[in-house]
Nanobody, 135 residues
């Protein structure tokens, strides 16, 4: 399984983008999906997660109120809508499958998602998508 993130680009401060996460040969509806990001020289950090059990959503404090995660199971796609973008949001964004003991799980981490959420809680990362924010 490998996920593919797309939809990144160059946007001005305060602008918006919608990222998409798709998969081949895997139904995203069967797993919690997380978005992470990695800026140059920094660790990959958690941004958001959407569960597959009840659609519950979780956000890192830095993006709460600006980003919205959603899923369209019919299109086998998970989205990340990003509004009011800031320079500190610039990064490569990745989506991943939440796993427990190596098995996809429908649940996001018990403590939600934060910058400190281990990326090892997710996998099946594909190539990310670059988000650049200009002032």
């Amino acid at each position: 399984v490998q996920l593919q993130a797309s939809g990144g680009g160059l946007v001005q401060t305060g602008g918006s983008l919608r990222l998409s996460c798709t998969a081949s040969g895997f139904a995203l509806a069967n797993a919690a999906i997380g978005w992470f990001r990695q800026a140059p020289g920094k660790e990959r950090e958690g941004v958001s997660c959407v569960s597959a059990s009840d659609g519950a959503t979780y956000y890192a404090e830095s993006v709460e109120g600006r980003f919205t995660i959603s899923r369209d199971n019919a299109k086998n796609t998970v989205y990340l809508r990003m509004n009011s973008l800031r320079s500190e949001d610039a990064a490569v964004y990745y989506c991943g499958v939440r796993r427990l003991f190596g098995v996809p799980t429908m649940y996001c981490p018990m403590n939600g998602i934060s910058r400190e959420t281990p990326q090892s809680d997710f996998d099946s990362w594909g190539q990310g998508t670059q988000v650049t924010v200009s002032s």
